[in-house]
């Protein structure tokens, strides 16, 4: 800056310091009370003024005006305004306020942290450096072995465990219990470099009690269950959604997302035995219960135009699965087993009715945040209509009763996809075939899963196993009592007593020993469907026999194996105790690989096992864990932890392990880049990218793309309810490691400017408007509707639709919900709609109907008519429910 272009109003300011400045901005305007973000503070010297910004009433700028004060701080970007210069201020020129009040002459006062994994802060010596931490044992909070053995396990894998660790700003969630804080502490505790001997993880297990109520109380507990409900109640609270820019990004390279919509006919041929959030298997104490949880581009305009609209802008992100035929048909099982004339048939809406949630709410411009565009350009066209509904339709949509079962799906709230940490971390995918043996019609189905569960095959299983290898044919290692035909339970029993007897006989005895591959040959084995297990092909229209199998799709970065040791017949439980030798290093899963896979990477490290010691009934877990700083392997029994020899750790009893993969390219990218961030080369331009994405850079094997959209919102701006903790989701490298990182790894979008997008905060006073109008309008109406005496017209809608109504109305859900769907609680009897027995149900008025239905469309339109006799008690039911969730509101 030149020596003329220096502010000379700076002498004016006063002491100031961060600190007073962040807490001013807790704080609301002086004048009129309101709230942040973007207030901005007086700078004259012992002036205690905060005022609002030009969103409110611009009691800031009145203020100066009327006492003379000529600087300004805004109170979430620290950006300096001088009103006699009618320009922005650096502080360059202030040395001791540079390092208070602007740590960086940029866009925002973000700290550059360095590529490499960061140390605490505070000078540490080699002795400090070199000792090993997460060493830390767990208390026994009664027969919380289970727990213990499954958190040390989780907390030696380092990509989880690093995430907590540096990037514990993203840990942020309003669901309760707050799980994820509870875990951020308990990690925070095990990996300080004080380490205690041991911790008591109280907090944590209270929270995962109030989620699961099956684990309260002090009984025993299958470590597999709690893994998965952890996992799973991590991902819904840190799960964000993924905008489209991020999709786009990254949908090419077959990656699955969690929380889609599972096809009609999925659940007809998964062949797939895998933990994911939306199956559910198996029970059981301490046995493996199979419980499954799953840039500014201005330049032509002033410093005082940038920052006024630095000003303006200111105050104004388990498992889904598709299937796929290889045949152009679309056929659907509804089509088969369609009901015939004259029975009662559930409602199915046809495709001609789409929902009007874009007539119902002005949509703006999907056009980038420039900062050369002004208050006065974007509110006019985003802010001046309100939110309209679409004409109200008197006449409900036409219905069919026996086709597009297929498209139901897609006509109900539309389904948002969403990530987190865990499902980046443990997430992969399984490609299910099934392949009739009359027409060879195939069809495929892609599953998210989060764990493999793995059968460990006996004997006779092996030798089918081995044989089928070499002979290349289906196999069915798994015996379900589905299965043996006229004989029945007679077969089950005898067949189960036999496997019971085989349990208890040393494997020595009786067979040889199995690996881990043979456990997952047999699990990717291919099962043929015949007998009671036939398959429903969609071709043939009639159950054929067919041939199931399935490989993996994409590999995760960590995948968690889990041995099913432990079987709950109708009698009795027993546990396999067979030794299942595992490798420590190399785990190889190509051949278990589809061939469309884009998993480069097939190698796997083991990082943790879990064992289980003891009988089906009752029994003690603990972890063998390797240590990330020094290599070695450690027992993890409770409180006590101890070195071990690798062999001890080979010769374990495994029933979870967690393996990493293997990659020394990985490694080499990340030594080259902390080269050239060390190089300290000048450079005209500051890059932000995501904190997120660099931790995945510094511990997975395959980050990935750059994604910086985790930061941005689709216009290229910053979210507005992100932007008061940017600090937290970016990091600054300089030029040179930006360019090598996406010319590496693609990706971006490259960030050099920070700015919260208008148009963001202009759709979020939009969607508040909106939802006030339709929240003030039905209980208006409802209350109407109350006070008729008799009316004529009683019209039923669906409680499972209104409950997604409200949950948008009151902002826990940001996504409407789909067209009005009835179809639950109607059926069809004598070519007319009438109101399914026992169905959920509420009752509203004629004119509410209308209301909801010209905003949201669908239907169909069910009537209660008012008649002389006695209520029906169903009737009364739905009115109570309607009055109760009114009063709610």
């Known amino acids: 800056m030149a020596e003329q272009d220096i502010c000379p109003h700076l002498d004016s300011i006063g002491q100031v310091t961060k600190e007073d400045l962040l807490q001013k901005s807790k704080g609301t305007c002086q004048s009129c009370g309101a709230g942040g973000p973007n207030l901005w503070a007086c700078l004259q010297n012992d002036c205690p003024y905060v005022g609002c910004g030009e969103s409110y009433s611009d009691h800031s700028t009145l203020h100066a005006q009327a006492k003379k004060h000529n600087l300004t701080v805004n109170l979430t970007t620290f950006r300096i305004w001088c009103y006699v210069c009618e320009r922005e201020v650096f502080l360059e020129h202030r040395p001791a306020l540079v390092s208070e009040v602007a740590p960086q002459p940029v866009g925002h006062p973000l700290k550059a942290v360095p590529i490499a994994v960061a140390e605490e802060e505070g000078s540490e010596s080699e002795e400090d450096e070199l000792k090993p931490r997460g060493l830390t044992g767990m208390k026994n909070i009664g027969n919380s072995c289970y727990m213990n053995a499954a958190l040390q396990a989780l907390s030696n894998c380092p990509p989880l465990t690093q995430f907590f660790l540096d990037c514990s700003g993203l840990v942020r969630t309003d669901k309760k219990p707050a799980l994820c804080k509870s875990y951020q502490k308990l990690i925070s505790e095990l990996w300080h470099k004080k380490r205690p001997s041991y911790v008591v993880p109280t907090s944590l297990s209270h929270g995962i009690k109030l989620v699961n109520p099956m684990f309260r109380g002090y009984a025993q507990q299958d470590t597999q269950e709690f893994l998965r409900c952890l996992m799973d109640q991590l991902h819904e609270e840190l799960k964000e959604p993924l905008t489209e820019c991020s999709m786009s990004g990254e949908g090419s390279d077959g990656e699955e997302r969690r929380d889609g919509d599972r096809s009609p006919s999925e659940d007809e041929f998964l062949s797939c035995d895998s933990g994911s959030s939306s199956d559910r298997g198996e029970g059981g104490g301490a046995g493996d219960g199979e419980l499954l949880v799953q840039d500014d581009p201005g330049g032509v305009i002033s410093e005082k135009e940038r920052l006024k609209e630095r000003r303006v802008s200111g105050s104004s992100l388990r498992g889904g699965s598709q299937e796929m035929d290889e045949d152009a048909d679309v056929d659907t099982a509804a089509e088969e087993e369609a009901p015939e004339r004259g029975e009662e048939e559930e409602l199915t809406p046809t495709p001609n009715t789409e929902p009007d949630n874009e007539a119902s709410m002005t949509q703006p411009q999907s056009t980038p945040c420039s900062p050369v565009r002004t208050l006065q350009e974007l509110h006019p066209k985003l802010s001046s209509s309100p939110p309209r509904s679409s004409p109200l339709r008197s006449a409900g949509p036409a219905y069919s009763f026996k086709k597009a079962q297929l498209l139901l799906s897609a006509r109900k709230k539309k389904q948002s996809h969403y990530r987190s940490v865990i499902s980046d971390i443990f997430d992969g995918s399984i490609l299910s075939l099934v392949q009739c043996l009359t027409c060879d019609r195939v069809s495929n189905t892609v599953e998210t899963f989060q764990d493999l569960s793995l059968p460990i095959p006996g004997k006779e299983d092996l030798a089918k196993l081995h044989s089928s290898i070499h002979q290349n044919l289906p196999v069915k290692t798994g015996v379900c009592p589905d299965t043996y035909g006229s004989q029945g339970w007679i077969s089950y029993i005898m067949d189960s007593i036999r496997r019971f007897v085989v349990s208890c006989i040393p494997s020595w005895f009786w067979g040889p020993m199995v690996t881990l591959e043979d456990c ?370």
Not at 666 to 672: F, I, L
Not at 795 to 808: A, D, G, K
Not at 844 to 867: C, F, K, N
Request: net charge negative; aromatic share 12%; charged share 25%.
């Open 520 to 889: 997952l040959a047999a699990f990717f084995a291919a099962d043929e469907l015949k007998g009671d297990n036939m398959y429903s092909c969609e071709r043939c229209k009639k159950l054929r026999n067919g041939v199931k199998y399935c490989k993996v799709l994409r590999l995760p970065e960590i995948l968690c194996i889990h041995l099913k040791r432990f079987r709950h017949e109708v009698m009795y439980s027993f546990k396999i105790s067979s030794h299942v030798s595992f490798p420590l290093e190399g785990l190889d899963m190509r051949p278990f690989l589809a061939k469309e896979s884009p998993s480069q990477v097939t190698t796997y490290d083991l990082l943790s096992v879990i064992c289980h010691h003891g009988t089906a009934g009752s029994g003690h877990y603990i972890a063998y864990c390797q240590n990330v700083i020094n290599g070695q392997w450690y027992e993890f029994d409770d409180q006590y932890v101890t070195e071990v020899h690798e062999t001890v750790v080979q010769n374990a009893e495994a029933y979870v392990l967690f393996y990493r993969k293997s990659s020394e390219e990985s490694v080499r990218e990340r030594q080259k880049v902390v080269a050239l961030a060390n190089m300290k080369e000048p450079s005209l331009l500051q890059f932000y990218i995501s904190r997120e994405w660099l931790n995945k850079f510094n511990t997975f094997a395959e980050p990935g793309p750059i994604s910086n959209h985790t930061f941005l919102c689709q216009h290229g701006g910053i979210p507005p309810n992100k932007y008061h903790y940017i600090d937290d989701l970016v990091v600054i490298v300089p030029q040179n490691v930006w360019e090598y990182l996406y010319n590496s790894f693609g990706g971006g979008p490259a960030v050099n400017h920070l700015y919260m997008c208008a148009i963001c905060q202009v759709e979020i006073e939009a969607l508040a408007k909106r939802r006030k109008m339709e929240i003030d309008t039905f209980i208006k109406l409802n209350k109407e509707f109350q006070a008729e005496e008799a009316p004529t017209v009683i019209l039923c809608i669906s409680m499972q639709w209104f409950r997604e109504w409200e949950s948008f109305v009151k902002g826990k859900d940001n996504e409407p919900p789909g067209p009005i769907d009835n179809s639950k609680i109607g059926v069809m009897k004598g070519g007319h709609i009438q109101l399914k027995q026992g169905a959920d149900y509420g009752q509203i008025s004629e004119e509410t109907w209308q209301y909801l239905l010209g905003i949201y469309g669908g239907g169909p339109e069910i009537a209660v008519r008012q008649t002389v006799a006695p209520a029906d008690p169903d009737s009364l039911h739905g009115e109570r429910k309607i009055e109760a969730e009114t009063r709610a509101l």
